[in-house]
T-cell receptor
């Protein structure tokens, strides 16, 4: 149980194009999902917190118009990298926190397998 | 500012020995501390969560301690195996569920 999937697992795109990454909680409902970015040999850096049905909260230094987040249901959040540039190349990871009342603790986060984005 | 420090140098140990990883933090009063395992090119996998009022927690070959006075957590893997080789991340959160991660320590268990 507590499985989070991401799609695609890797993507290569040309500079200037937009890329959408999906994050799904497969066997639980998640009111809150998180998006992280990880550069090689570095730790995860939180980009934004997304709550179902409301606008995402972005961390300082993360451009909300560049990284569009939509959390339309309790099992799906999407991150769209708009007008991607080579410096956006990174490993993007989402996580989901179970809604209260389910098997798992509210404080647990379950991570997706990540999406490797390469912008040429 | 909040800071979470893990030994950035890789830890190399022999199979069968106990691996001990350290997580220190400053300017933070976390309600929970969590340990994750991350393999190359994969997302983190949750291992253990320990609360601020707990001193120790165990799960199979894993043991975590949490000293809020020293602001430190130790993560132990007993009877280590080559399959335990990975990067281990500690993460802290307060009463909410937003996590702040340390830089991770890479563990290499040699047969």
């Amino acid at each position: 149980g507590a499985v989070v999937s991401q799609h695609p697992s890797w993507v290569i795109c040309k500079s200037g194009t937009s890329v959408k990454i999906e994050c799904r909680s497969l066997d639980f409902q998640a009111t809150t999902m998180f998006w992280y970015r990880q550069f090689p040999k570095q730790s995860l850096m939180l980009m934004a917190t997304s709550n179902e049905g409301s606008k995402a909260t972005y961390e300082q230094g993360v451009e909300k118009d560049k990284f569009l987040i939509n959390h339309a249901s309790l099992t799906l959040s999407t991150l769209t990298v708009t007008s991607a540039h080579p410096e956006d190349s990174s490993f993007y990871i989402c996580s989901a926190s179970p809604t209260s009342g389910q098997t798992w603790s509210y404080n647990e986060q379950f991570f997706g397998p990540g999406t490797r984005l390469t912008v040429l | 500012s909040q800071k979470i420090e893990q030994n950035s140098e890789a830890l190399n140990i022999q199979e069968g020995k106990t691996a001990t990883l350290t997580c220190n933090y400053t300017n933070y009063s976390p309600a929970y501390l969590q340990w994750y395992r991350q393999d190359p090119g994969r997302g983190p996998v949750f291992l253990l969560l320990i609360r601020e009022n707990e001193k120790e927690k165990r799960k199979e070959r894993l043991k975590v301690t949490f000293d809020t006075t020293l602001k430190q957590s130790l993560f132990h893997i007993t009877a280590s195996q080559p399959a335990d080789s990975a990067t281990y991340l500690c993460a802290l959160n307060n009463a909410g569920n937003m996590l702040t991660f340390g830089g991770g320590t890479r563990l290499m268990v040699k047969p």
